[in-house]
């Protein structure tokens, strides 16, 4: 098989199921992805019931192991062309002030472990799950010497990734972006330093494991309409507007409960307060469950018993939180926001609203409500539309054909795999 680093920032994270599929997925095609990480992610957002597992199969850059002799030693083996050529990147990169330039001396050092990591473990070329500071890492392990590398664009902007960005571009073999609108936004913004090879590829769904247990069905007389929604709880998901959807809708007379699965970044002390004092201000208490970081069994669960999937983001790549809700066969009202529109035919298979309109979304989820017929036309078409374009191999395909085509040997070493019969 060929043998690659995997590299996650934080992992195992609360949205990082999606990765875990790839890495299948790359195995079914003959590449052995090794899983590397910054560090471990806090322990109240590692909620998935394969997290353990994958900790245990993860290397960290952080803490450090050896201290910092390994990273000096590693430095030395690099020779005077990769002291030239790391140096020489550190310190042209777009990093603004004092600060910064020494933001990115530290990120060197990670790179001289990455390329001592790569180094041990075999691996030719790492492949990198971010645009941030993991990609800087992977840059300069690259300009020291070490293993070529390549990338994901997830979204749902590149400036939310950083400075830098052109750099790390210009040095990778190949790219893999998530939505046509991503790719615009990179080829507007990376320009000339975009790889020569680029794929467009969303993330995916394991249909084998995401099915119902029993055919949807509407609220019975008499039956509160449960809502679902999955999503770390930050700003850019819009639970707020959310929350507020549920308030007009109780306003309304229909007896709307939101579930919300997921968890601030800070384990539950930041925008997870913010939430619960929103809630309090609504009287919402017992209307609105955030059941914080839970794993996808509980995730999937949710969506089981879930009327209909709710999520109004102000920003997205293409959610695959959404492609998880339509699997199920279920009605879905999301927000028009990011690559949504390439997931979602609006009416077909899914209703898209606009952002931050909490009336427009009642008013959808309330169209719903009225006609239950309308509604299960519209799970039915859900999961039609997902196993068609969104399975979970597409990503792991396009990561296969970026190696093929870019990376010395690999292509044999594909063709030579028993994984492929």
């Not at 799950?129 to 997830?154: V, W």
């Not at 090879?197 to 995916?204: E, F, H, L, Q, R």
Request: aromatic share 6%; with cysteine; proline share 6%.
């Amino acid at each position: 098989m060929l043998k690659i680093g995997f590299f996650i920032p934080e992992f195992p994270g609360q949205t990082h199921i999606f990765l875990w599929r790839e890495r299948q997925a790359l195995a079914e095609l003959g590449i052995e992805a090794d899983l590397v990480s910054t560090r471990p992610p806090p322990r109240k957002v590692a909620s998935h019931a394969w997290a353990a597992e994958a900790q245990g199969r993860t290397r960290y850059l952080m803490p450090l192991q050896g201290g910092a002799l390994g990273i000096v030693t590693e430095f030395l083996r690099s020779g005077p062309g990769g002291w030239a050529r790391g140096f020489g990147a550190a310190l042209t990169a777009e990093a603004p002030g004092l600060k910064g330039r020494a933001r990115m001396l530290a990120l060197l050092a990670m790179g001289a472990r990455l390329k001592r990591i790569a180094r041990e473990q075999g691996w030719s070329h790492v492949h990198v799950h971010s645009c941030a500071d993991s990609l800087n890492i992977a840059m300069f392990a690259e300009r020291l010497g070490g293993p070529s590398y390549s990338l994901t664009l997830h979204g749902p902007t590149l400036e939310g990734y950083g400075p830098n960005q052109r750099q790390k571009w210009r040095h990778a073999r190949f790219a893999t972006i998530i939505s046509r609108l991503l790719m615009g936004v990179a080829q507007r913004d990376i320009g000339p330093d975009l790889p020569a090879v680029v794929n467009i590829a969303p993330m995916g769904v394991d249909l084998s494991q995401i099915r119902r247990a029993a055919p949807w069905q509407p609220p019975a007389p008499g039956e509160p309409l449960r809502l679902f929604s999955c999503g770390r709880l930050n700003a850019v998901k819009g639970h707020d507007h959310l929350i507020r959807t549920v308030e007009i809708l109780r306003a309304q007379g229909i007896d709307a409960r939101l579930d919300i699965a997921g968890e601030d970044e800070q384990g539950g002390s930041g925008y997870h307060r913010h939430l619960d004092a929103l809630i309090a201000e609504k009287g919402l208490g017992d209307a609105v469950t955030l059941l914080g970081a839970v794993s996808e069994d509980r995730v999937r669960a949710g969506l089981e018993r879930a009327h209909v999937f709710a999520l109004a983001s102000l920003n997205e790549g293409i959610s695959v939180a959404i492609m998880e809700a339509m699997a199920m066969e279920m009605p879905v009202v999301v927000t028009d926001v990011g690559g949504n529109h390439e997931l979602i035919a609006s009416g077909q298979d899914a209703i898209l609203v606009p952002a931050e309109a909490p009336e427009v979304m009642a008013e959808a989820i309330a169209g719903l409500y009225a006609d239950p017929e309308g509604a299960r036309r519209l799970a039915q078409a859900s999961r039609a539309k997902v196993a068609a374009e969104f399975h979970h191999r597409r990503s792991a395909e396009a990561v296969a054909d970026g190696l093929a085509r870019t990376v010395p040997g690999a292509r044999e070493a594909l063709e030579r795999s028993p994984a492929r019969g």
